[in-house]
């Protein structure tokens, strides 16, 4: 059975909407980018799609109550929900500078949770 499955690009500022006709979870064709970005972005969005998880961290013995960290590199889409479960459980403490990395490749999330803010008292 073939299907067609709509993925917009975020590969460069154009923003082509890209179909791909997909049969047995293959891609057959891809149609409607621009570039050849475009093909590469869609491509991998389809197969594994990414994103960098950003969140907040609970603080102890700081005025500011959240401390707002994103991940070093991408993670894998299907993993976003179990790694916000992950961070939940931890606690930061100040001084803390942007940049910093706060959770050193956590246990299940693989990669560097980073202060996107500095916590200084």
């Known amino acids: 059975m ?10 460069c500022p154009m923003g082509c909407r890209v179909t791909l006709t997909i049969s047995n979870r ?3 064709a891809v ?3 621009k570039c050849k970005q475009g093909e590469k ?8 799609p ?3 998880l950003t969140t907040t961290l ?3 013995g700081s005025s500011q109550r959240l401390l707002p960290v994103r991940t070093a590199k991408p993670i894998p889409k299907a993993k976003m929900m179990s790694a916000v479960r992950i ?3 931890v ?3 100040p001084p803390i500078k942007i940049g910093e990395v706060v959770a050193a490749k956590p246990s299940g999330i693989e990669v560097d949770v980073m202060a996107t803010a500095d916590l200084l008292s």
């Open 58 to 60: 609970l603080t102890q």
């Open 41 to 48: 972005y869609v491509l991998e969005e389809y197969h594994n």
């Open 26 to 28: 293959e891609v057959m």
């Open 87 to 89: 961070l939940a459980k």
């Open 50 to 52: 990414v994103r960098i």
């Open 31 to 33: 149609d409607g980018n």
């Open 91 to 93: 606690r930061v403490k």
């Open 2 to 11: 073939t299907t067609k499955e709509k993925i917009i690009c975020v590969g």
